[in-house]
C-alpha cells in the first residue's frame, strides 16, 4: 500500500500525541543535508498560518519530520461527514489559496505544498484550514500544483453531487481554460460565493412575500378598521403604501444590495488580511438581512388592507362554489337514475408470490466472490458483504454503507479499503477508536486485514473472512 508522497515516506503514529511522520526519502533516512535550512529556520521560529506545525528531531543522525495532527481530522473523512454547502466549499478552497499565498511572506516554496485530501487537515470548522508543506531541497513532484487544485476540486464534486448546478459549471468552465491558475481561481470562487449568498437571499425573500391565503383567518377585526380608516383621514392610505414590492422594484433593490456586496468583498480581494474577511462577511449579511425586513414590512404594509377585498371575493367565491355544487349533484342523480346498481360488482384480485412455481437453473462457476464480516448478534451469526472499495462503517445511516449505531462508535467510523488484491482497514480519527486482533489502530494509517481477523468497532467484534473462489 503506497505511502509514499513526492518521494518521501510517511506515516502516522499516536506516540505522545498524533502525528504524521516523514521517515526516509526513496528508502534512504533523511538528514538535514535533505532540508531547505532557511524554510525550516522560518518553520522553527514563526507560526505561519494554515501550516501544518512541523516538529525535527534527528536520532543516530537520522532526520524525521513530525506534523502535529492533535484537534485535526483529515479532509478526506471530513468530506464523507459533513454535506458541505456551496460556499463553504468555495471558501474551504479560498483559504487552501490564501494559505499558499501568505507562505511567500515565510520563504515557503509555493510547488512544495500537497493539495490532497489526505494531506489538508480540518480544525473546529471548513474554515480552519492546515496544509501539509515539505520543507525540501527537493521533492519529486509529478503533477504541478495547479493541476493538484483541479483534481481536488473534481473529487470533492464527485463525492458531493450537490454542489452540482450552475456555479460548479461556472467554476470547470474556467478550470478548462489553457490560462488557469491560482490567481484566477481565488477570483473565481469570490465571485461565485458572492453570487450564491445573495441568490439564497433572493430566494428566501421571494418565498417570505409570497401571499398564502389558504388556511388563513381573513376575517377583519375592529383594529384592522381602525387602521384602515386611520390611515385614509391622515392620507396615508394610498396605493403605494398598501402593495408589496414589483418584480422591478425588486430587480433594483437586489441589483443594489450585489453591488455594493461585490465592492465590498473586491475590498477584501485587494486587502487579503482576514479583518476585511470578517467585515466583508458581516456587511454581506447586514444587506441580505436589511432586504429581508424591508421586503416584509412593505408586504405587512397591504396585508391589512387587503383582507377585506380578500374576504368579499371568498364571499362570491363560496357562494357560486355552493350553486355549482347543487347543479353537479342535480346532474349527478339524473345520471345515474334507472341503473342498476346491484349488477356492479368487485373483482378480487388473484394474486400470487413473486416466482412461486417458477424454477431457475443456476449453473455454478468459478468466481470470485467478495469478502465479508461476520458479526454474534445474541447468538445469531450476522454476514456482512462487502462489495464496494471503501467500505464504511459507522452511526451516520446517510453516510455509510453498514450501520453500527451502539455506544462507543463514531458518525463515519472505519473504512475498509481494496488496493490491487489486498484488503486493508483504517481508523476515520474516531473518538474511542478501532481494534484488529487486540492492537489499536493509529488514526488514518492503513492496516492489511488477513482472512478470520477481528475487528473491534464499539462494543463489536466482527470476523473478516477472504475467500478467494467457490465451485
Not at 535550512?37 to 532526520?63: E, G, Y
Not at 464504511?392 to 481494496?418: C, F, M, P, Q, W
Request: glycine share 6%; proline share 3%; aromatic share 10%.
Amino acid at each position: 500500500m503506497d505511502t509514499t508522497i513526492f518521494g518521501y515516506t510517511y506515516d502516522f503514529n499516536d506516540i505522545n500525541g498524533f502525528h504524521m511522520m516523514v521517515t526516509n526519502r526513496e528508502n534512504t533516512p533523511l538528514s538535514t543535508k535533505d532540508l531547505n535550512p532557511l524554510q525550516m529556520k522560518m518553520i522553527q521560529s514563526n507560526d505561519i498560518p494554515r501550516l501544518l506545525p512541523i516538529m525535527f528531531d534527528q536520532v543516530d543522525l537520522q532526520l524525521r519530520l513530525h506534523y502535529d495532527l492533535r484537534s485535526k481530522k483529515m479532509l478526506d473523512p471530513y468530506l464523507k461527514e459533513k454535506d458541505l454547502t456551496w460556499n463553504e466549499f468555495a471558501h474551504l478552497l479560498i483559504n487552501v489559496i490564501e494559505g499558499i499565498e501568505s507562505s511567500s511572506l515565510y520563504m515557503m516554496n509555493r510547488n512544495h505544498f500537497v493539495i490532497d485530501k489526505r494531506f489538508i487537515f480540518i480544525g473546529k470548522d471548513s474554515s480552519d484550514v492546515f496544509l501539509t508543506y515539505l520543507p525540501f531541497k527537493e521533492i519529486d513532484r509529478n503533477i504541478s500544483l495547479e493541476d493538484e487544485f483541479k483534481k481536488l476540486i473534481t473529487d470533492v464534486a464527485e463525492q458531493h453531487e450537490h454542489l452540482h448546478g450552475s456555479e460548479y459549471e461556472e467554476l470547470k468552465g474556467y478550470m478548462d481554460e489553457p490560462t488557469f491558475n491560482l490567481d484566477g481561481l481565488k477570483e473565481v470562487l469570490l465571485s461565485l460565493s458572492s453570487a450564491y449568498v445573495h441568490q439564497r437571499a433572493y430566494q428566501e425573500a421571494a418565498a417570505s412575500t409570497a401571499v398564502t391565503v389558504e388556511g388563513e383567518e381573513d376575517e377583519l377585526t375592529p383594529e384592522d378598521m381602525n387602521e384602515i380608516q386611520n390611515k385614509k383621514k391622515n392620507g396615508k392610505g394610498d396605493k403605494a403604501n398598501h402593495k408589496p414590492l414589483t418584480q422591478r422594484e425588486l430587480i433594483y433593490l437586489f441589483a443594489g444590495s450585489a453591488l455594493a456586496i461585490a465592492l465590498m468583498w473586491k475590498m477584501y480581494d485587494m486587502t487579503t488580511q482576514d479583518i476585511w474577511f470578517e467585515i466583508s462577511m458581516s456587511f454581506t449579511l447586514i444587506v441580505v438581512v436589511f432586504d429581508i425586513i424591508y421586503i416584509n414590512r412593505r408586504r405587512g404594509n397591504g396585508q391589512t388592507a387587503s383582507k377585506a377585498s380578500r374576504k368579499n371575493r371568498k364571499k362570491k367565491v363560496k357562494g357560486k362554489s355552493q350553486a355549482e355544487t347543487e347543479t353537479i349533484e342535480s346532474g349527478a342523480a339524473q345520471a345515474t337514475a334507472g341503473v342498476d346498481t346491484s349488477q356492479v360488482t368487485q373483482t378480487p384480485f388473484d394474486t400470487q408470490p413473486l416466482g412461486e412455481g417458477i424454477k431457475f437453473q443456476h449453473k455454478q462457476t468459478n468466481q470470485k466472490v467478495h469478502p465479508y464480516l461476520t458479526v454474534n448478534r445474541n447468538g445469531e451469526i450476522e454476514s456482512i458483504n462487502i462489495k464496494e472499495s471503501n467500505f464504511l462503517i459507522g452511526r451516520n445511516a446517510e453516510k455509510v454503507h453498514y450501520v453500527e449505531d451502539i455506544d462507543g462508535v463514531s458518525r463515519i467510523h472505519a473504512e475498509l479499503v481494496t488496493i490491487n488484491n489486498s484488503y486493508g482497514v483504517k481508523d476515520l480519527g474516531s473518538k474511542n477508536g478501532t481494534v484488529i486482533n487486540g492492537n489499536a489502530l493509529v488514526p488514518y494509517k492503513v492496516y492489511e486485514l488477513k482472512d478470520n481477523d477481528q475487528l473491534e468497532i464499539g462494543s463489536s467484534t466482527f470476523t473478516f473472512h477472504h475467500p478467494e473462489t467457490y465451485k
